[in-house]
């Protein structure tokens, strides 16, 4: 079966049948499924999969990010969502493109409480700011810290702070 005689399984369906200008694009990969959404409908999308009785994605596996700084995309940064529905035992994963200029991005924890940590890692290791988060603050790296270690720009020995890392 090729890429093209892969079938939508019925979230994708539901996705493009209700937010038909939300979807930027879909892939198939190895039996998984991937949307990509546009930043300003994330929260419309998340709720649906979540809330539909055919779709019911209960569980919020992981959030993170990638920085595609050395890909060659338009967009540095995607936040991805991990999903996992147990009723429909079925996998999605969401990806939001995020420019560098304005790495803002609703907050999801009012929908899954396990976005609340899974936001703020993303927010410390990336710098990316989840509007709306109930306690955005840093959570692996010291409050006062001035970098955001994940970046693709940040120097892979460090800016000199593990000689004054106090431990």
Not at 42 to 71: C, E, K, M, Q, W
Not at 136 to 148: E, K, Q, T, V
């Amino acid at each position: 079966m090729t890429m093209a005689e892969v079938e939508d399984s019925p979230a994708i369906q539901t996705v493009r049948e209700r937010y038909p200008d939300a979807l930027i694009a879909v892939h198939h990969a190895f039996g998984d499924e991937s949307i990509v959404v546009r930043r300003e409908d994330i929260i419309p999308v998340l709720t649906l999969l979540r809330s539909d009785p055919g779709l019911r994605f209960d569980y919020l596996v992981d959030v993170t990010a990638v920085d595609r700084l050395y890909l060659d995309e338009d967009v540095r940064f995607a936040v991805v969502y991990h999903l996992y529905s147990h009723p429909h035992t079925r996998r999605l994963r969401v990806k939001v493109p995020v420019p560098e200029g304005d790495g803002h991005l609703p907050s999801a924890a009012a929908l899954w409480p396990a976005a609340n940590w899974l936001e703020r890692e993303v927010y410390d290791l990336f710098g990316i700011v989840f509007d709306g988060h109930p306690d955005l603050r840093r959570i692996l790296m010291p409050d006062d810290y001035g970098a955001h270690p994940l970046r693709k720009d940040y120097p892979l020995h460090g800016k000199g702070e593990r000689d004054r890392f106090v431990f």
